[in-house]
C-alpha cells in the first residue's frame, strides 16, 4: 500500500511539474519583450485581474482534486506546490498584459509618425502655393509630435524665409544648429538669410561652415562666392572661384564670376 501511495505521490509531482513547465515557457515566451514596461504603473481594469485570479484558482483547484488521495498523503507537499503554481499562473498574466501593452505603444508610435509625415507632405504642398499662414500651421502641428525634429524646424524657418519674415527665420533655424550642429544644409540656411539681410561678414561665415561641411557642393560654393563678392572680399571670392572651378569646371557662370571679381577694387 505504501509502495502504490509513493507511486501516486511521484505521479502527482510530476504531473504539476509539467503544468507549471507550461506556464514557465510562456513567461520566458513574453519576457524580452514584456519586461520593458513596469506592470505596476499599468493601468489595469479591475474585473480583468480579478478575472484571472479565477482562473489561476480554476487551474490549481482542478489539477489538486485529480489527485485528491494523494493530496491526504501529503498534504504539505501540495500546499506548496499549489503556492508556486499559483504565482507562477499569475506571473504568466501579468507578462501577457505586458506585452499587449508594449504592442499598443509601438502601434500609436507607428500612428503618429503617419501623421506627422501626412502634415508635412501638406504643409509643403500649401507652401509651395504660398498659402504661408496655412502651411506654417501645418508645420507646427507636426512638431508637436515629433519636438526635436532639426528637419522640420529648417523647413519652417524656410518657409518665414520665403515670406521675408527674416527675424523669425534666424531664430528657428538657429534652434535648428543646435539640435544638429553640423547640418550643412541648415547652416547654408542661416547663410542665406545673413545675405538677404546684406550682414555678408555673417552670411560668409556660415558659408564657409558649410562649405567644410559639404566641400564639394557647387551650391554652398556658389553662396559662398556670391557672399565674398558682395562683401568686398576679393581674397575670399578669389578662393572661392578656385574651388567652384575645380569642383563644377562646367559652370556657366564661372566666367561671369571671373569678371565680377577683376572688377573688385
Known amino acids: 500500500m505504501n509502495a502504490v501511495l509513493t507511486i501516486l505521490l511521484i505521479l502527482g509531482l510530476v504531473l504539476v511539474a509539467l503544468g507549471a513547465g507550461v506556464v514557465i515557457f510562456v513567461l520566458f515566451r513574453r519576457a524580452p519583450t514584456a519586461a520593458l514596461i513596469d506592470v505596476k504603473n499599468l493601468p489595469v481594469d479591475r474585473t480583468a485581474k480579478k478575472k484571472e485570479e479565477i482562473i489561476a484558482e480554476r487551474i490549481v483547484r482542478t489539477s489538486i482534486e485529480k489527485f485528491e488521495p494523494v493530496r491526504k498523503v501529503a498534504d504539505h507537499g ?14 504568466a498574466f501579468e507578462l501577457e498584459r505586458r506585452s499587449e501593452h508594449v504592442a499598443r505603444l509601438k502601434w500609436d508610435a507607428l500612428t503618429a509618425s503617419t501623421r506627422m509625415h501626412t502634415m508635412v507632405k501638406e504643409a509643403d504642398a500649401l507652401a509651395k502655393e ?24 529648417e523647413k519652417l524657418g524656410r518657409l518665414y524665409m520665403r515670406n521675408k519674415n527674416y527675424d523669425q527665420a534666424r531664430d528657428t533655424l538657429r534652434f535648428a544648429s543646435r539640435l544638429s550642429p553640423n547640418d550643412a544644409s541648415v547652416v ?26 559639404r566641400p564639394r557642393s557647387p551650391r554652398y560654393l556658389d553662396f ?24 563644377n569646371p562646367e559652370n556657366a557662370k564661372l566666367g561671369e564670376f571671373d569678371k565680377r571679381i577683376r572688377g573688385m577694387v
Open 188 to 213: 547654408a540656411s542661416l547663410g542665406e538669410i545673413a545675405a538677404a539681410r546684406s550682414e555678408y561678414n555673417d552670411a560668409i561665415t556660415y558659408f564657409q561652415h558649410a562649405v567644410s561641411l
Open 224 to 247: 559662398l562666392l556670391e557672399a565674398c563678392i558682395m562683401g568686398g572680399n576679393r581674397v575670399c571670392a578669389k578662393e572661392a572661384l578656385a574651388r567652384l572651378s575645380a569642383v
Open 130 to 153: 504660398e498659402k504661408y499662414v496655412e502651411a506654417e500651421k501645418k508645420y507646427i502641428e507636426a512638431l508637436s509630435i515629433e519636438q526635436k525634429n532639426p528637419k522640420l524646424y
Open 78 to 91: 501540495w500546499m506548496w506546490l499549489r503556492e508556486r503554481f499559483r504565482r507562477l499562473a499569475h506571473r
